[in-house]
């Protein structure tokens, strides 16, 4: 990943995380907490495609299974948002633009429902039976339902971000202006172009050559 996509990535998963853990989780909404995570892992993968996404949501995942108050097995939850991202990133668009809502939405919502049932079903393994006790169904329903109301005001402004930071206007700035100056220097900056260099000793050994038959002939008639 590049350094940009990096620096971008941990910033937005850091600020989430705190804002989930602090906020949101202690509003105490019936049924799920929004997963203020899960959409930033989402508008990234969206724009950074499959392999971003994986990676993100690898991250992401790690970072809230060992960020307190957390109280499951470590890797957990890293698991889900990997595989949430690697799918997330199989439907990024090919021009990099959205050209409606409707199809993050439906993202937004397959992947509510598909990272609470991954959880519980990787909870199920490891002996973890909680979401049998809350009730799966609330669970997916208040889950899709707090996650698609919170999508608009979060996973439009992330892929704008990414994709602004994909471009990176400052480093084409950067390498434009280096190629001036490059182009300058050789140019005009000495005085004499390479072509021009070329071509004046071209034209000196010729007539350094024509010079040199010159005074043979004169010696040869003499």
């Given amino acids: 990943m590049r350094v940009n996509r990096i620096l971008l ?3 937005l998963i850091v600020v989430a995380l705190v804002v989930q853990v602090s906020v949101l989780a202690r509003l105490h ?3 799920a907490v929004p997963d203020l995570l899960l959409l930033v892992v989402l508008g990234l993968a969206l724009v950074y495609g499959h392999v971003g996404g994986a990676l993100v949501g690898f ?7 060992l960020a307190p108050p957390a109280d499951h097995a470590a890797g957990r939850y890293a698991l889900v948002l990997c595989v ?3 799918l997330a ?3 990024k668009p090919e021009s990099g633009q959205v050209r409606t809502a409707a199809g993050p939405m439906l993202v937004v919502v397959a992947a509510a429902v598909g990272s609470t049932l991954l959880y519980a079903g990787v909870g199920a393994l490891v002996g973890d039976t909680a979401a049998r006790h809350v009730g799966l169904g609330g669970l997916l329903f208040t889950a899709a339902l707090y996650d698609l109301l919170l999508a608009p005001f979060v996973v439009p402004g992330v892929m704008a971000l990414a994709r602004r930071a994909e471009n990176d206007p400052l480093a084409e700035t950067t390498s434009a202006k280096s190629g001036d100056i490059s182009s300058g220097w050789l ?3 000495t005085g004499l172009r390479i072509g021009g260099q070329r071509n004046g ?6 007539r350094a050559r024509s010079v040199r038959a010159g ?3 004169g010696v040869k008639r003499l």
């Fill in 9 to 11: 990535s941990s910033s």
């Fill in 29 to 31: 909404l019936p049924g």
């Fill in 59 to 65: 991250a992401a995942g790690l970072l809230a299974d």
């Fill in 84 to 86: 949430i991202g690697y």
């Fill in 89 to 91: 990133g199989l439907v």
């Fill in 187 to 189: 140019a005009g900056g």
């Fill in 201 to 206: 000793l071209r034209v000196k050994a010729a």
């Fill in 215 to 217: 005074r043979i002939k």
